[in-house]
């Protein structure tokens, strides 16, 4: 007998993390050719101990074993709302905030909020896959912006007009983006916003990398702009990065409360709450880590130096297209062979572990992901002796 599965699942790729993983599962790796892991964005330093000692703590108390509001804890919603207030320059309530399980999460909730089977959101290329995967697996349309490598970090107006339909329902940005690391200017922003809301569609806007931005000042003015044209807005943002917390899942949205309605009915019917102890670590983390918040965004820019410093000062034939928060998009030596071939090779020659571009939509081939963020500043070097040594073997 064969049991019949949701068919909109099955055709979606599977978790390309894990297929990268796979690449390397059983394997170990030498001294002197430690495994290189570039595939993951996870921050290679530990959440600050101050946290760790907080948790242990609230552990003990009988209410961290409860379920919160759906919502979210009310005093994180405040303290979130105070610190994206202080953030974007604006004054967010924090009855426009929910707290999610993780800004995968929040991406999910939003866009199923959003749009139905049939509908449209459209997408820029290179995307964050597990947009793509949500969307498709709920019959969601992924419109394609297509990469333009000369100008990753600039938003193309008339693309994005030209792909409006009556089924369209959303775009979403990731800025800074995952993968190119690029950042979008607060004026391409606040454009895309302009034609997207005379248009009744909303900007998804996910933030994750926020504190990790190269520019100084807020990243957009569109929190504080009046309600009705906020009200085309959805912001996502993540704990996982800033704070080191991957594990503890916890995200945020912040948006329109009409829209929150609609999205409290799903995030009960999910999860019921985020796990309260992460909240409790999120709080504190609000509350006593922007000191430590601050200086590990220093480390990050620190290595996106340094890794643009090693990619100009070798003879790779590797190209960097686009570097910033904590990933590299990177041009591979090899056209017409597929990234994934190219990315496999690197694991399994090189034993360094990257994802292909082809993850992260169509005509990416000629690309990879470098996450460096998991990596210190010295390993550079020798991430770069290994690529320069996989160009030799062609
Ligand atoms: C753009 C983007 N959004 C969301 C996430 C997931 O964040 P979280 O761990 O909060 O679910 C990631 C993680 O890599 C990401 O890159």
Not at 37 to 56: G, I, M, N
Not at 57 to 62: G, I, L, Q
Not at 365 to 393: C, G, I, T, W
Request: proline residues 6%.
């Amino acid at each position: 007998m064969t049991f019949r599965h949701n068919s909109s699942v099955a055709a979606v790729n599977s978790p390309p993390i894990a297929e990268a993983q796979a690449w390397i599962r059983g394997r170990t790796f030498s001294a002197d050719k430690p495994l290189l892991d570039l595939a993951q964005a996870v921050p290679s330093y530990a959440p600050a101990e101050a946290l760790t000692r907080h948790v242990a703590t609230v552990a003990a108390r009988p209410a961290t074993s409860l379920y919160s509001a759906i919502l979210g804890i009310s005093e994180l919603r405040a303290a979130f709302a105070r610190h994206i207030g202080a953030e974007y320059g604006a004054r967010v309530s924090a009855e426009n905030v929910a707290i999610t399980s993780g800004c995968n999460q929040a991406f999910c909730v939003a866009a199923s909020a959003l749009a139905g089977p049939g509908d449209e959101v459209i997408v820029q290329v290179p995307f964050y896959f597990n947009h793509v995967m949500w969307l498709q697996m709920q019959g969601i349309e992924p419109v394609y912006l297509p990469f333009r490598a000369e100008e990753p970090g600039r938003l193309q107006l008339e693309a994005i007009e030209e792909r409006l339909t009556p089924r369209t329902r959303a775009m979403v940005l990731v800025s800074p983006c995952n993968p190119t690391g690029a950042e979008f200017s607060s004026a391409d922003i606040e454009a895309v916003h302009e034609l997207l809301s005379n248009r009744g569609v909303t900007l998804i806007i996910d933030e994750t990398y926020k504190d990790f931005r190269a520019q100084a000042g807020p990243p957009h003015t569109l929190m504080s702009q009046a309600a009705h044209t906020r009200d085309g807005l959805v912001q996502l943002f993540s704990f996982s990065k800033a704070y080191s917390m991957t594990g503890y899942r916890v995200g945020a949205i912040a948006c329109n409360g009409t829209l929150l309605t609609e999205i409290e009915k799903i995030l009960d019917c999910i999860a019921i709450c985020p796990p309260r102890i992460s909240q409790e670590a999120a709080i504190f983390a609000l509350e006593h880590l922007d000191e430590w918040r601050n200086d590990k965004a220093g480390l990050m820019k620190e290595r996106v130096e340094a890794l643009r410093r090693v990619f100009a000062q070798s003879n790779l034939s590797y190209r960097l297209i686009s570097s910033g928060a904590y990933f590299a998009y990177v041009r591979h030596p090899f056209p017409g062979t597929p990234a994934v071939e190219v990315a496999r090779g690197l694991a399994e020659r090189e034993n360094v572990l990257c994802l292909p571009g082809s993850f992260f939509g169509p005509e990416q081939d000629d690309y990879l992901r470098l996450a460096f963020a998991n990596l210190d500043s010295h390993q550079f070097e020798p991430m770069v002796e290994r690529l320069l040594a996989s160009q030799k073997r062609t």
